[in-house]
């Protein structure tokens, strides 16, 4: 057990060592005992997990989730199996009460899956966990978990991700990709979607790639400003891909979804950095209010601002300006570059509820998460 303590308003750094079992090799699945650490403090704090932290050629990072807001159904998004050079996508499902009865209900692209730790081939598989046992799925050639749920009868976690890929696969070089899942209790059905800046033309928006995936059966997208291609999704864990875009849009649904944001890699040709996976946060879910960390040893940190228009906000007690509206939406969007002085503590503070992400760059390397986000119960 390690204790630290951390200043209201700051930041502490935990070094935690690989788990061998879950970080060491490309498959097969596996169940790890007791293969998650539990994070507990006496006040209420904000968890980021840095993969790895130090800035370098294959990172990523995530939002860690409460254990109070888990819930007993979560979906997968990642990128897939990356062919040439047998990398697999995975997702990982963690427990926090013993016997805990985990199922896995595979997409129609989750099917192709490295048996091992209670789960089939096929990505099927109901497996026992006890708290802090964690089962680890992993892809084999042409599988991509995006859409497979996991249902669980006490609460669970999920996170997912990618060993290494490019985004999009002809387009050097791979990265890493990481993000926790929000149950799919907290999903809604509409988000708000903006690409990263470039860099070093902070001016440009980077290109990405956008994953829509649905929760239940026929499900109806609508954009705006509209993008042409495919609005419906007949089945749950079924997706529509945006390739390429440096569009800023708003997305809604009939029933909820599921909406993650791929940064595209270096040799596309928009700016530093390598791929990175971002969760987007429902516009339901904003919140007035942030403290998030951003590792001072990458070139360039950024926090990207969803806000309705006309919004006060302040960045480290700073006014934020240069807000761009995103079409019709009644939103505006702003990209605050943030100082790698101090010690990576940074403040969002606004008049209204807003949406944040954080990003940072390095060359051939990225990460990017969603700052925070309110975890209320949406009704379906």
Known sequence: MKTVDVAANSVGVIKLPWVNDLTKGLGPSTKAIDGAYRL??????????????????????????????????????????????????????????????????????????????????DGTGVILLNSGDVVEVMTSKGGDVTGTIAVADKPISMLAGHTCTNVPSDVAACDHLEEAMFPIDVLAKEYI????????????????????????????LTFEPDIPGNKTLAKAGDFRLITNSTASFKVSSNKKILVAQFMVGQDAGYGTSDPAMLLTVPAEQYRDEYTFFAETNWVANFVDIIAPSGSKVQVDQVAVGGWTNIGNTGFQVAHVSLSNSGDGSHQVTADDKVGISVYGVINSGSYWFPGGLDLDIVPQ
């Open 40 to 121: 507990r403090s006496n006040q209420p704090v904000t968890v980021y997990q840095f993969n790895p932290i130090g800035a370098a050629a294959t990172n990523d990072a995530s939002l860690l989730l409460p254990v109070n807001t888990w819930g007993n159904e979560a979906m997968a998004v990642s990128w897939p199996h990356w062919d040439p050079y047998n990398f697999p996508a995975w997702y990982a499902v963690v427990a926090s009460e013993d016997n805990t009865t985990v199922t896995l209900h595979p997409s129609a692209t989750g099917t192709k899956i490295q048996g091992g730790g209670g789960v089939s081939f």
């Open 193 to 220: 979607v903006v690409p990263p800046v470039q860099v070093p033309n902070n001016n440009l928006a980077k290109a990405q790639m956008v994953k829509i995936v649905a929760s239940e059966d026929n499900t109806t």
